[in-house]
């Protein structure tokens, strides 16, 4: 096995365990917006919950708590995180013990393709003139909302150029959210891939190998976006990770 065959099964156990972590995306039970329970009473989750300019704020028993974003609180096993979403605030549940993360455990895992060096090709990543745009698109809970794009990203594949648009992450990264030919027939409606950050030229490496399963498809509760205008490329993509393995099969 080569080299870049046996870190590409590095990243795959290690990508495993992330998303089957007792507070990773598999355990995620809910994702609640305030804005939907004015009496501040959230599912399942004690307390009163409410929003407050930059933050919210949690009331259990008589006991003010502020919480900004990203803020973590433990509720047993669980964890709550508060989070905010072009100005609406919600709280995601994360629970260890969530079906999906049993069903899971009990599997295959992620049914990932192996790795094919033909699909780790150099790119050229070309920044928009005016730095970013923003563009709206649907997420996967119905609602659209701006994606934020720094350029596009250029490379080769048997012969054909392809493009895809993709953001910039605050590590350098890229970020694109694309489908292809096998998306809803052999793999997920989308998937997510991060290029590492491009040299002084442009240059980085387009390694589909590592293409991903949004969070979405591992809970129902997240918000993933749908891929840009542009960004569904006419190839069949047979790398990366594909779906969920099937309940019960190991």
Not at 52 to 74: I, K, P
Not at 101 to 126: C, H, K, M, N, Q
Not at 196 to 209: C, E, I, K, Q
Not at 223 to 229: G, Q, S
């Amino acid at each position: 096995m080569s080299d870049a065959a046996d870190a590409w099964k590095l990243w795959h156990e290690q990508r495993t365990a992330s998303v089957s972590a007792p507070h990773g995306p598999l355990s995620l039970t809910g994702t609640h917006w305030l804005d939907d329970y004015p009496d501040g009473k959230l599912p399942a989750i004690p307390g009163e919950w409410r929003t407050d300019g930059d933050a919210v704020v949690r009331t259990l028993d008589g006991e003010e708590t502020r919480l900004g974003a990203d803020a973590t609180v433990a509720l047993g096993e669980r964890r709550l995180v508060v989070i905010v979403r072009e100005g609406l605030w919600g709280v995601r549940d994360f629970d260890p013990a969530a079906p999906a993360r049993t069903a899971f455990l009990a599997s295959a895992g992620i049914d990932a393709t192996p790795y094919d060096p033909r699909w780790s090709v150099e790119g050229r990543f070309t920044p928009y003139a005016d730095g970013s745009t923003d563009v709206r698109v649907e997420n996967a809970d119905g609602r659209k909302r701006a994606l934020g794009l720094a350029g596009e990203l250029a490379f080769t594949l048997a012969g054909q150029e392809h493009t895809l648009q993709v953001a910039r992450q605050a590590d350098g990264r890229l970020w694109a959210v694309f489908a292809d030919a096998t998306s809803g027939r052999g793999s997920y409606r989308f998937r997510f891939l991060h290029p590492a950050a491009p040299d002084a030229d442009g240059r980085t490496t387009v390694d589909l190998n590592r293409a991903t399963l949004p969070p979405c498809a591992f809970a129902d509760h997240f918000l993933c976006p749908f891929p840009p205008p542009g960004n569904t490329l006419t190839v069949s993509i047979e790398a990366g990770e594909r779906n969920l393995a099937a309940p019960g099969t190991v």
